[in-house]
């Protein structure tokens, strides 16, 4: 598949509200076509290829600042979730856990099946920002190939360079509280590890929500690393998403539809 089409497909299948977060890949695909349509004159005169060259850097650069502000505005938030989830865990088991100031079976399950659900929305949505950052590297990477194939061109390697050290493209924070969530789950729910099945009336995802957009990231995220045999400077690292009993136990036993 084309990645124009594949990244059609990943914004419908994950959240249709960040379209316009995404590359605009449609229209820097269009000025690499009308760029190498007019080739640059011999006599160093300044050209309408020129012109339109400036023109394609200008965009990309913008598309960089489009890519760092919304992811930085995410991780910031999923800092500040992070925390919240745990005063809550913490408060709940101070509370109404077993040594508790004033235990109660039932208000601790109810909470902790609140608590747990919005884990696990936690969880997919920082899967699908890690997704959003490996769809946008990606896309560069392909445009500015398909840029300098076309025009003969040199831009691919030096952007590149300055691509891997934007914001967007570090994740390491937010694979970080992925991890740490997980741990979170497999301690809130020891039967994890035969799957979550059993806790699929505590821990309630929404056939619409934001699960079946996490499973659809993660088989793209996979699908993006299998794209190529060989690894180079343009090439996304390893996924670094373990393959937990927490992720796996939901995607095989989920009834919820992938696209």
Known sequence: MKFGKRLKQQ??????????????????????????????????????????????????NNEIEKFNAFFMEQEEDFIILHKELQQRINR??????????????????????????????????????????????????????????????????????????????????????????????DALFPETKEGLRGETEMITVAGEGIFRNTVAALLTMKEIRRGSSTYSQFSLPPLNLPETDFIQSFQLNSPIPII
């Open 11 to 60: 914004i419908q299948e994950t959240l249709p509200g960040w379209r316009d977060k995404f590359l605009s890949y449609k229209d820097l695909k269009k000025l690499v076509r009308l760029i190498s349509s007019a080739p640059p004159l011999l006599n160093g005169s300044t050209t309408e290829y020129e012109k339109t060259e400036a023109g394609f850097v200008y965009l990309l």
């Open 92 to 185: 709940v088991m101070q509370e109404w856990g077993p040594n508790g100031t004033q235990p109660s079976d039932t208000d601790y399950k109810d909470e902790m099946a609140r608590i747990g659900k919005d884990i696990v929305d936690f969880h997919g949505e920082m899967v699908l920002i890690i997704n959003y950052s490996n769809i946008n590297f990606t896309g560069l990477a392909k445009i500015l190939k398909k840029y300098d194939k076309q025009t003969g061109g040199l831009l691919r390697s030096p952007f590149i360079q300055k691509v891997l050290q934007q914001p967007f493209f570090t994740t390491d924070l937010i694979s970080k509280l992925v991890k740490e969530c997980e741990s979170t789950v």
